[in-house]
C-alpha cells in the first residue's frame, strides 16, 4: 500500500485531486489496475457545518405526512454553492445525476432554490426532471425558495418555509413528485 500524511492548515484551499500509477519493474509486476485518481478533501470548507444527511418531514400531494433523507454536498468549485440529493422525496432511484443547486447567503443563513433547475438524468423520452415550485395550487418554473439556515449548536435545521414545496416533473411523462410547503429537514 501506500501512504499519505494530510495537515490541516485552518485555511480552506480545496481539494487537491492527483493520480498515482505505478510502473513495472522487476520486483513489482503490475497489470491493467497500475493507476488510480486520489481525491483529498479540504476539512476546512467554510460549509463543512450543514454538509451532510438529514431527515426531511413534509407532507406528500398524494400519500400524505411523510419523512425522507436529503443529502447536502459541497461544489467542487463555488464555497458558495451546494448540491441537493433527494430534495423532493421520491429521487432515491436515481443517482448524482438528478441533484438540484442551492445558494448560500454570504452570512449562511439562508439557501436560495432556483426553480426551473433541469437534471443531467435523462427519462427513457430523453427529457430531463425539472424542479419547480409548488405552491399549494400548481407548479412554477420560475422564481426560487430561500430556505432558512437554523444553527444551534451542533443541531443544524433546513426551514423551507410555507411558501414554497416542490413538484417535480418530466415533460410528456408528467408528475414525478409533489412535496407541499411546509418542508423541514434537520441534519443526522
Known sequence: YIEFKTM???EYT????????????ETLPVGSESECTVTISDIDHPLTFMLGAYTASGVNYWDGPCQWTITIYKDA???HKVWFDNLFQ??????PDTRYYGIVSDDNTTINIPFGQTSE?????GKPVTLLGFDGAGGHDTGSVDAQL???GSK?????GEEWGFWVWIEGAGNLSIVSPGITAVKN
Open 156 to 160: 443544524v435545521t433546513i426551514d423551507f
Open 14 to 25: 480545496g481539494d487537491l485531486k492527483f493520480s498515482v500509477k505505478l510502473l513495472p519493474s
Open 77 to 79: 468549485e463555488d464555497v
Open 150 to 152: 437554523i444553527v444551534d
Open 121 to 125: 438524468y435523462l427519462y427513457s423520452n
Open 90 to 95: 421520491k429521487d432515491s432511484w436515481a443517482a
Open 8 to 10: 490541516a492548515d485552518g
